[in-house]
Nanobody, 126 residues
Framework: QVQLTDSGGGLVQAGGSLRLSCAAS????????VAWFRQPPGKEREFVAV???????VYAESVKDRFAISRDNDKKSVYLQMNSLKPEDTAVYSCAAKSTILTVPPQRGVEAYNIWGQGTQVTVSS
């Protein structure tokens, strides 16, 4: 199975942008659905966005129209472009993956994924 390494976090002012990357190693990356989750300080992990192996995309309402998820199977990578960042976007962001069949719909639950990156800190100052 694949292993995931996420990167791209940092400190940014409100209104700014960051691009997170989730790089996979291992075979058959194109068969995996990949999602981004985040865990704000003192809170539980929450869903951000997912892209299925067929390219179907779902966003959390809180990031819709500000964030964009994409994948490049040739580079075995998934990206999260985050624009118009707000202080409430501050969190540790982690990518997660699950090998699926083609017809599985987008999954929002933490329990749907069995492979996780190590997380990258995003801090948005006001």
């Amino acid at each position: 199975q694949v292993q995931l390494t996420d990167s791209g976090g940092g400190l940014v002012q409100a209104g700014g942008s960051l691009r997170l990357s989730c790089a996979a190693s291992g075979p058959s990356f194109s068969r995996y659905a990949v999602a981004w989750f985040r865990q704000p300080p003192g809170k539980e992990r929450e869903f951000v966005a997912v892209i299925t192996r067929s390219g179907e995309i779902v966003y959390a309402e809180s990031v819709k129209d500000r964030f964009a998820i994409s994948r490049d199977n040739d580079k075995k990578s998934v990206y999260l472009q985050m624009n118009s960042l707000k202080p409430e976007d501050t969190a540790v962001y982690s990518c997660a993956a699950k090998s699926t069949i083609l017809t599985v719909p987008p999954q929002r639950g933490v329990e749907a994924y069995n492979i996780w990156g190590q997380g990258t800190q995003v801090t948005v100052s006001s």
